[in-house]
């Protein structure tokens, strides 16, 4: 099993910075991949970024050029900097890891699905 624990959120004016941490801890041997996922009350989950055990990168379009994923393995900690923060980025990030090479589909959604969770941090961008 794995536990993640996110941490950095806050409040922040539009145009402002924050960078996101999420420890694993547990059988973190096991992961392959890491992902920040974000909701807003109402709405469903939705993938940011992901990363895989050797350093491959994803985002999603509305992250591309403003959010960096990026992992620390000795610390096993990912990280999610985000910058140029827009109100609608207001919502709680979440992380979560897939103890799988092998995945079916999209990364994020194989991250989705994989029960992996931590409680999530609240970020919240005023204009």
């Known amino acids: 099993q794995v536990q993640l624990v996110e941490s950095g959120g806050g409040s922040v004016q539009s145009g402002g910075s924050l960078r996101l941490s999420c420890a694993a801890s547990?059988?973190?041997?096991?992961?392959?991949?890491m992902g920040w996922f974000r909701q807003v009350p109402g709405k469903d989950r939705e993938g940011v970024a992901a990363?895989?055990?050797?350093?491959?990168?994803f985002y999603v379009d509305s992250a591309k050029g403003r959010f960096t994923i990026s992992q620390d393995n000795a610390k096993n900690t990912v990280y999610l900097q985000m910058n140029d923060l827009k109100p609608e980025d207001t919502a709680m990030y979440y992380c979560?890891?897939?103890?799988?090479?092998?995945?079916?589909?999209?990364?994020?959604?194989?991250?989705?699905?994989?029960?992996?969770w931590g409680q999530g941090t609240q970020v919240t961008v005023s204009s």
């Open positions: 979560a890891a897939l103890l799988s090479s092998y995945y079916i589909g999209g990364l994020l959604g194989a991250l989705g699905r994989s029960g992996f």
């Open positions: 990363i895989g055990k050797y350093g491959s990168t």
């Open positions: 547990g059988q973190t041997s096991r992961i392959f991949y």
